[in-house]
């Protein structure tokens, strides 16, 4: 984030003023009457309990994920297995990512497809991409695309687009060996730790052989 949490320090703030409240309150109070200026220190830390800004961590970071495109390259493309499986990588990577406390942002069919002129056309277009994040209330758009020039592995790409300026920020890519599910799924997690190293910085990938 490009702004750092300040919880800590607030409630920090607010307990040393806690606990000097108590310690005023607790002199004689004739030494407080014949003292103006322990009557005034006093107040003053009242009036700063008071009006202590509540610091609240920045809102979560909020990323749209666009459905993966598959760019099948072998002699069978697009088999019922491959469409699958590119279908289920979105959902999967939303559940990483709202896993490390990330915001999912929802786009519309109907205007991802508006936006969209075709395939890879978002893929190439950041500043479209971003676009269509910034209608939707997103801080970052990921957009993907499932790789498969063989039989024996594919690759899981993404492009991490900043919607605010347009600027891509990343460029990923995780490989998949097969098409067995545990693989895809192990890929997304890949994925995931390369976007978050380049955003929040918070995601803890399962160890092998387990999931979220």
């Not at 949490?5 to 607790?26: D, K």
């Not at 190293?197 to 160890?207: E, G, I, N, S």
């Amino acid at each position: 984030m490009d702004i750092p949490r300040c919880i800590g320090c607030a409630e920090l703030c607010e307990a040393r003023i806690s606990r000097l409240m108590r310690l005023l309150s607790s002199l004689h109070p004739m030494l407080i009457k014949n003292n103006p200026y322990l009557s005034i220190m006093k107040i003053v830390y009242f009036l700063l309990l008071i009006t202590l800004p509540i610091v609240t961590a920045q809102a979560e970071t909020r990323i749209a994920v666009l459905d993966f495109e598959l760019n099948d390259l072998t002699m069978k493309p697009r088999i019922p297995e491959e469409i699958a499986r590119t279908a289920s990588i979105k959902p999967l990577l939303e559940k990483e990512l709202h896993n490390a406390d990330y915001q999912i942002i929802d786009i519309l069919p109907a205007a991802h497809q508006q936006a969209n002129s075709g395939f890879g056309y978002l893929f190439d277009h950041d500043e479209v991409a971003a676009e269509l994040g910034k209608t939707a209330g997103a801080d970052y758009v990921l957009v993907g695309r499932l790789h498969k020039p063989s039989f024996l592995f594919a690759y899981l790409m993404g492009h991490l687009v900043r919607v605010k300026d347009g600027r891509l920020i990343g460029n990923y890519i995780s490989e998949s060996k097969g098409g067995d599910k545990k693989l895809t799924r192990k890929a997304v997690e890949s994925l995931t730790v390369k976007i978050d190293a380049d955003l929040d910085k918070r995601y803890t990938q399962p160890p092998p052989g387990q999931s979220h």
